[in-house]
């Protein structure tokens, strides 16, 4: 009897099996949930955050290192990993919001976490969560941004981020987008990404519009923050007012 062939490895199909097994594991799926802060942590940090041991999770940190989902920093004895980059971020996110509802949170504790992540968060470096999303309607309502095939940062946009101190048509771009949608896994709609997200949201912490609580993504919004949201982008208070301090 004759065997047939195995078909050719041709092709992006051994890469691509590669990558879908790196995150068919939960521990490292949930270390690069964890890494979507857009902050570095220790090995320790992500071994506590995913209840595994050390050397669990650093035999789980170095195949993503290796696929090229995670960069590491060593700093004396501490060994520090984050997203390779924006685009790590943009598919992780993406697969997530792609998985389906998460599972119904058990105990006021998650339940909690779970609506504070739902209501404003960091999607690696940009908004996120029903405050992503409402900033991003505003900018397109207002005309700051457009969305056609995907987001584009308008004349009136780059004029807009100017007046915040943020020259967006003077930087580089390199092989990021100025703008780009990313499809929230909450709110299940697209909210802004790209270099004028990431500007966005930076400006929001620094000038103390939002503030991180505690350790993770979720943010909550200052009063400063949502007064200067309404008053530049009309954003309704009762989008995200159980935020507001």
Sequence with gaps: MER??????????????RLAGLLADET???????????????????????GVAA??????????????????ERQGRHRYVRLAGPQSAQLI?????????APVPRGLREMSASAA?????????HLAGRLGVAVTDALLERGLLQHSTGFAVTERGIDWFRGLGVDLAVRPRGRR???RSCLDWTERRPHLAGLAGAELCTYALTEG?????????????????GEALHGLLGVAHREFERNID
Excluded: N
Aim: glycine share 10%; net charge positive; with cysteine.
């Design 4 to 17: 047939s062939e195995a078909p050719a490895q041709a092709g992006p199909v051994p890469a691509l099996a």
């Design 93 to 101: 996110e993406d697969l997530a919001a792609h998985a389906g509802p």
């Design 117 to 125: 992540m739902a209501r404003a968060r960091t999607c690696y470096d």
């Design 55 to 72: 050397s669990t999770a650093s035999g789980h940190l170095d195949k993503l290192v290796a696929g090229g989902l995670l960069a590491e």
């Design 209 to 225: 519009w939002c503030e991180r609580i505690g350790s993770g993504r979720a943010l909550r919004v200052t009063a400063r923050g």
């Design 28 to 50: 490292r799926a949930r270390f690069c949930l964890a890494l979507l802060d857009g902050r570095a942590w220790t090995a320790g940090e992500l071994a506590r955050a995913a």
């Design 177 to 179: 987008p100025m703008a």
